[in-house]
């Protein structure tokens, strides 16, 4: 299935998520906070990201990424299929 996604990460800690999986789209706006090895996108209304969010997901409960150089790096549910972000 095709798949597409941006983050934007701004300088204030605020964030912008999108997502295209097939026919689901998610969106996200809220914070963001790096945590040694780790950034954690927190959409607004939640005081933490979700460890098991997913493209199948209805909704955007936020992310936990892995940094690896200047990459960002999703683990996805732990499935074995892992998504980069690259600035």
């Not at 607004?44 to 979700?50: L, Y």
């Not at 200047?70 to 549910?77: A, F, K, Q, R, T």
Request: charged share 20%.
């Amino acid at each position: 299935m095709e798949v597409g996604s941006e983050l934007l990460l701004k300088k204030d800690g605020s964030f912008e998520f999108a997502l295209a999986y097939g026919a689901n789209d998610q969106y996200g706006k809220g914070c963001w906070v790096r945590k040694g090895s780790t950034v954690e996108v927190i959409p607004a209304g939640r005081s933490s990201a979700s460890t098991h969010h997913t493209p199948d997901d209805s909704g955007f409960s936020g992310l936990v990424l892995t940094v690896s150089g200047s990459s960002l790096v999703w683990d996805i549910n732990g499935s074995g299929h892992k998504g980069r972000f690259e600035k």
